[in-house]
């Protein structure tokens, strides 16, 4: 028992509580990533535990957090690739269709590009990796990595007009 104005030790609360915030989970998510979002919902409710006011309906905090993990994990669900027997063709390479006769003087201008535009242009287009990732391979900020592509693409389309005139 709890003396009144306390809250109740976590673990009362996950034993109290945890056979709800299960069932709030597999309302959300379904049964195949329920225990996942019940775990979620119960760390974050510890980091968050000791600022709880005690007067808290209890129940209605878990679901809440609950119901915002759940929606957390579908969004990620559906930015997950989703396996394929077969790989479309026009999927098979991002330049599929390109002139070929064009990708070697391409290249040799994005040889004669600054360092740090030659890294940033051959991850994100070549690697596919988004400006984060690229920021935490070369150094700087994820806006520095923007800036830099932006900055390397300009001066390739001026080297590939100046060859077109």
Not at 82 to 91: D, L, M, Q, T
Request: hydrophobic content about 45%; aromatic content about 6%; some cysteine.
């Amino acid at each position: 028992m709890t003396r009144r104005g306390a809250l109740p030790p976590f673990d009362q609360v996950v034993r109290e509580h945890g056979g709800l915030v299960l069932r709030a989970c597999r309302a959300v998510v379904g049964p195949d990533d329920a225990e996942d979002v019940w775990s979620e919902t119960f760390i974050a409710a510890l980091r968050a535990y000791p600022d709880l006011r005690p007067d808290s309906n209890m129940a209605a905090w878990l679901v809440t957090i609950a119901r915002r993990k759940g929606v957390d994990a579908l969004r990620a669900r559906g930015r997950r690739p989703v396996p394929v027997a077969e790989v479309p063709e026009e999927a098979k390479g991002e330049h599929a269709g390109a002139d070929e006769a064009l990708a070697p003087e391409v290249w040799r201008f994005v040889a004669d590009l600054p360092t740090k535009q030659r890294h940033v242009i051959t991850y994100r287009y070549l690697g596919g990796l988004n400006y984060a990732q690229i920021a935490d391979l070369v150094g700087g900020t994820d806006i520095a990595a923007r800036r830099a592509a932006a900055d390397g693409l300009r001066s390739l389309r001026a080297r590939l007009a100046e060859e077109e005139s």
